[in-house]
C-alpha cells in the first residue's frame, strides 16, 4: 500500500468540474444567482492556484512579521466577506465583524496553536498559516449568517434581545450539524487528508477531534461577540 498522496494529473482534475457545470446549469435555469456562483468558482480556482506558490514561500520563512502581516490580511478579507449576504453595509459593522473574528477566532487560535501544539517557533508557519484559515473561515461564515438573520429578524420588528437568540441558534446550524455528521456522515478534510498521506487513523482522528472544537468554539464565541457588539448599533439606529 502505498504512503505517499496521489499526484492528480491536470486532465483528471477537469472531471471534478463537470458536476459544477451541472450544477451552474441548474442555477442559471432556475434564475438562482448563476452569475454570482459562477464568480465564485472562478475566483476560487484563480485564488487556490496563486496560493500554492504563496503559500511554498511562507512555510519557508522565519520571520514572525511576516506571518502576522498574513494573519492580518487573512483577517481583515474574512471581516469583509462576512457581511456580503447584508443590503445595508456600514462601516462600523465591519469593524464590528473584525473585532468578533479576532476575539472569537483570535484567542482560538492561540489556545490551539500555543497550548494543544505547542508550536516551536510559536508562529511555525505550516501550522499556523493553515489553523488560522480553518479558524477565521468558519468565524467568517457564522458572523455572516448571524449577521443575516440579525438584520432580517430586526427589520421584521423582532426585539433585539429574541432577534439576537434566534441569529446565535440560526448561525450554529451548520456547525453543530456537521458535529453530528463526523465520523458517520463525513470524514472532514483533515483527517482525509492525513489518512491519505499515510497517517493512521488513530492519530488522525485526534487532530480532527482538535479541529472540530476549534470549528465550534470560534464560530460560536465570534458570532456571540459580534452580536453583543451590535446591541449599541442596534440602540443608536433604532
Not at 482560538?108 to 508550536?119: C, I, R
Not at 499556523?128 to 461564515?141: C, K, T
Not at 491519505?196 to 479541529?211: D, E, H, N, T
Request: charged share 15%; net charge positive.
Amino acid at each position: 500500500m502505498s504512503t505517499g498522496v496521489e499526484v492528480i494529473s491536470a486532465t483528471r482534475l477537469a472531471l471534478a468540474f463537470v458536476p459544477v457545470a451541472a450544477a451552474l446549469v441548474v442555477l442559471h435555469r432556475w434564475s438562482a444567482g448563476e452569475r454570482d456562483a459562477l464568480r465564485a468558482v472562478v475566483r476560487m480556482l484563480l485564488q487556490l492556484m496563486l496560493i500554492g506558490y504563496v503559500l511554498a514561500y511562507i512555510f519557508e520563512t522565519d520571520r514572525a512579521a511576516l506571518i502576522g502581516v498574513v494573519l492580518t490580511v487573512m483577517l481583515v478579507a474574512a471581516s469583509w466577506i462576512a457581511l456580503r449576504p447584508l443590503a445595508r453595509k456600514h462601516p462600523r459593522l465591519y469593524l464590528r465583524a473584525g473585532a468578533a473574528i479576532a476575539l472569537g477566532g483570535g484567542l482560538t487560535l492561540a489556545l490551539v496553536t500555543q497550548g494543544v501544539l505547542v508550536l516551536d517557533p510559536w508562529f511555525w508557519p505550516r501550522y499556523m498559516v493553515p489553523l488560522a484559515g480553518m479558524i477565521f473561515a468558519n468565524a467568517m461564515n457564522a458572523v455572516s449568517l448571524s449577521a443575516e438573520r440579525l438584520d432580517v429578524e430586526m427589520s421584521r420588528g423582532t426585539d433585539y434581545g429574541d432577534a439576537r437568540r434566534i441569529a446565535l441558534g440560526a448561525a450554529m446550524i451548520p456547525v453543530v450539524n456537521s458535529l453530528f455528521a463526523v465520523g458517520l456522515v463525513s470524514l472532514p478534510g483533515m483527517m482525509t487528508g492525513q489518512i491519505l498521506s499515510g497517517i493512521s487513523p488513530l492519530i488522525a482522528a485526534r487532530y480532527q477531534i482538535m479541529v472540530m472544537c476549534m470549528i465550534f468554539g470560534s464560530a460560536a464565541l465570534s458570532a456571540a461577540c459580534y452580536l453583543r457588539l451590535m446591541k449599541s448599533y442596534v440602540e443608536e439606529s433604532g
